[in-house]
């Protein structure tokens, strides 16, 4: 099986590595993380003529319909970069929205999105941060044909600039997600202290906040399902995220240990700093065969596919901490300086770390998969 990307994808790679390199350099990045928002609206639009937006989405509702593989490309570029803003928490509401949405509900949220005009995100964590869906406390009661929430979610990704709000509410049994307008009453929104300044986290309250029942999506389908299969093609998209991240790392590593010298010599001909990089090079090429597995396997519905996306994001999550730790160790007290690019990065490992959740969640996780449903868990060469 061939594992290299095809032309277009690689056409793909490299337009998107050349637009961030131009639109967002670490100097932009900076910037962005010092506002309130690290969100920069003209470079979210110069993103939807770009078409990234609407990668996924179905060429019906004004997207590009491409697959998973290519959003995992363009994803790489975006970890490369350490890219701000809320195109993440975008991308996991458009996914829950087209896997859960009437037809009707697609059209109304996901052409907006596709073109830029819609910022959204998924409300799911509460109190104990569990990234089961199973795990929602959160009741929306009805009455007279609306659902009524009241309570509060935590570490609500880009909510202080979403348009629209997902919220995983307790209907009985059921789960149900509700959208939540900007500005509805009852809502409310407060900043949460977060490592990763490119990536703001919030507290969303909700004082019996109103939702039509006829506004709820999944009315008719399977929302917990629906929910799943979207947290797992953000993860793959987190997952190319990371790849990208530790790629930077391990360049800029590589470069430093060229040039900087010490007794005389340049760093990188000591044998414990080459062992420091092979060890990086290794956990960046198994982490991108984990990744982009994933990536093909939920596109081609392959049995194997949860198990694939768990596996790589159980070993990005060490992965990336890992290639962070020792990309510092090469740099020495340089790597641990403000003014030094590698701080960005390793901050954005600890926070995707734990994001759709760590290494141990997603380690359950594989076990619960192989042993209660019988899958067989991919091997990745």
């Known amino acids: 099986m061939d594992f290299d990307l095809n032309k277009p994808q690689k056409l ?141 979610k935590l570490f609500v990704p880009d909510a202080g600039i979403a348009d629209l709000l997902i919220c995983v ?3 009985g049994d059921r789960l149900a997600l509700l959208p939540v307008a900007r500005g509805a009453d009852g809502l409310s929104i407060k900043p949460m202290d977060a490592m990763d300044g490119t990536r703001k986290l919030y507290e969303v309250a909700f004082a019996d906040v109103q939702v039509s029942e006829a506004d709820a999506l999944g009315a008719d389908g399977d929302t917990r399902d629906a929910l799943m299969s979207t947290f797992e093609v953000a993860t793959v998209a987190l997952c190319a995220e990371m790849v990208g991240g530790m790629q930077w790392v391990l360049d800029t590593t590589v470069e430093y240990a060229k040039t900087r010298q010490q007794f005389g010599r340049v760093i990188g001909s000591f044998q414990a700093v080459q062992h420091q990089c092979a060890d990086m090079l290794l956990l960046t090429e198994s982490a991108r065969s984990a990744t982009y597995y994933a990536a093909w396997a939920l596109t081609e519905a392959d049995p194997s596919a949860r198990v694939a996306v768990s596996i790589a994001k159980a070993y990005c999550s060490d992965a990336y901490r890992e290639v962070g730790n020792r990309g510092i160790q090469v740099h020495g007290g340089i790597g641990f300086t403000w003014e030094h690019d590698l701080q960005l990065y390793y901050k954005r490992s600890k926070s995707a770390e734990t994001l759709f959740g760590d290494a141990t969640f997603h380690r359950e996780r594989i076990a619960r998969l192989v042993v209660d449903n019988n899958q067989i868990a991919p091997t990745v060469n």
Not at 35 to 43: G, I, R, V, Y
Not at 111 to 117: F, K, S, T
Request: aromatic share 6%; net charge negative.
């Open 12 to 152: 793909l790679r490299d337009s998107a590595r050349e637009f961030l390199a131009r639109a967002c350099p670490p100097a932009r990045v900076r910037e962005l993380m010092a506002t309130e928002t690290a969100h920069d609206e003209k470079l979210w639009q110069a993103m939807a003529e770009q078409g990234w937006l609407g990668l996924v989405v179905a060429e019906e509702y004004g997207g590009l319909g491409l697959g998973l593989v290519e959003l995992a490309v363009v994803a790489e570029e975006m970890g490369r970069a350490c890219l701000p803003g809320a195109f993440l928490s975008t991308l996991t509401a458009g996914a829950l929205i087209e896997r859960a949405g009437s037809a009707a509900q697609r059209a109304q949220y996901l052409e907006p999105l596709a073109a830029g005009e819609l910022k959204a995100s998924v409300a799911l964590l509460e109190d104990d941060a569990n990234w089961d869906v199973d795990s929602v406390q959160l009741k929306a009661p009805r009455a007279d044909g609306n659902f009524s929430i009241t309570g509060r």
């Open 169 to 171: 509410a307790r209907d």
